[in-house]
């Protein structure tokens, strides 16, 4: 069979693992097994050319093993571009436990993940993510060194959910003064989809500036306990893309920006800090583009996380997190220039700034 004439789905079939676009060019991909707590989880290591593969461990209740094994490469790769663009020593690694986290989830679980990771001596470094929290990560820190985001009375950095809200509005902030001519956010509608903590952070600080909030999320109890809270606005039509805002902020899981959303959205701005929101790097980013829509790429604006969990490796403080996080500011104000005068999508513009950093530490590592 030629695999350059299959179809996806029969691509899937002849080479599950290595056929896929998501691979591009992994270094290790570990499926792990255990039968007597039940886990089945996917550790995906991208790149570690700049340093260990730090990434969170997203516990999802996935339809499918492909779908599991889609999803953990795509963000493993995510986290390598992530790391490069913000100019941290790390690779891109990610896990995924395929299970419910609400019903599935045991220290015994958790604990013989960390197990996993141990084994991989220090070239993955996992840290909390959608279906984890600190208390997961303080687990696993039983079994092993190679664990980030742990709680503070245990010498970590805690929760980074705060830190990687803060950045997506630093994004959200740029995207603005690159549109508009000024970054206040003061009386834009923002629609934010998805109201987790970090979803709740972005809102809280778009809220102190004076912004009117929309929100959606599947959570209806979470949707009024917020909107009450801040005194946001649930979102009640029949589709939020076709929503009358300013601004979109995908906070919840990705691939929302595609074919058919594209066509509705009204918006001047995508701002948020859900991972590969583009369904196709390529096609969406060049379809924003078209329309006019400023796209501030999401590996590069939700990476208030991981320079939180960061700062946890290097022994930062507080103060200089923020500061790192706050530089997202300019950061992504040099990329959507970068790709309006070199005529190239955002995405494409902050991609080649992490590529071009990893290249020149290949070259540099020859030496």
Not at 64 to 78: C, F, I, K, P
Not at 153 to 168: E, K, Q, W
Not at 173 to 201: M, P, R
């Amino acid at each position: 069979m030629n695999a350059e004439i299959l179809k996806a789905n029969d691509l899937k079939k002849v080479a599950p693992v290595f056929g896929q676009l998501s691979f591009d060019e992994h270094e290790q991909v570990v499926f792990c097994n255990d039968k007597d707590t039940g886990l089945k989880a996917i550790i995906g290591i991208h790149d570690t050319t700049l340093g260990p593969a730090l990434g969170g461990t997203r516990m999802w209740n996935y339809a499918t093993e492909w779908e599991a094994l889609n999803d953990v490469l795509r963000l493993s790769r995510g986290m390598t571009f992530k790391s490069a663009v913000t100019g941290l020593n790390l690779g891109g690694g990610k896990a995924v436990i395929i299970g419910d986290a609400k019903t599935q989830k045991t220290p015994e679980l958790m604990r013989k993940f960390g197990e996993f990771v141990e084994s991989l001596g220090g070239k993955y470094i996992t840290a909390e993510d959608v279906g984890m929290d600190t208390a997961d990560m303080d687990t696993v820190r039983e079994v092993t060194k190679h664990v980030t985001g742990i709680s503070e009375h245990l010498g970590g950095s805690g929760n980074p959910s705060p830190i990687t809200g803060y950045g997506v509005y630093m994004g959200m902030k740029a995207a603005a003064k690159f549109k508009y001519g000024n970054d206040s956010l003061e009386g834009k509608k923002v629609l934010i989809q998805g109201i987790g903590h970090v979803g709740e952070t972005v809102l809280k600080h778009v809220t102190d500036e004076g912004g009117k909030v929309i929100i959606a999320d599947i959570n209806q109890e979470r949707l009024e306990q917020i909107r009450d809270q801040y005194g946001a606005v649930i979102y009640s039509g029949d589709d939020l893309y076709t929503a009358d805002v300013d601004i979109y902020s995908p906070c919840a899981l990705g691939a929302t920006i595609n074919d058919e959303t594209i066509q509705k959205l009204k918006v001047d701005i995508i701002a948020g800090a859900a991972n590969n929101q583009l369904a196709d790097e390529v096609i969406h980013g060049r379809m924003l583009q078209e329309k006019g829509i400023v796209y501030a790429p999401d590996f590069l604006i939700n990476a208030g996380g991981i320079i939180n969990v960061y700062g946890e490796l290097e022994g930062y403080d507080k103060q200089e997190t923020m500061r790192q996080t706050e530089n997202i500011y300019h950061t992504t104000l040099e990329i959507l220039n970068s790709a309006k005068t070199n005529q190239i999508t955002t995405h494409q513009s902050a991609l080649k700034v992490a590529q071009d950093r990893i290249e020149k530490r290949k070259a540099e590592n020859k030496q």
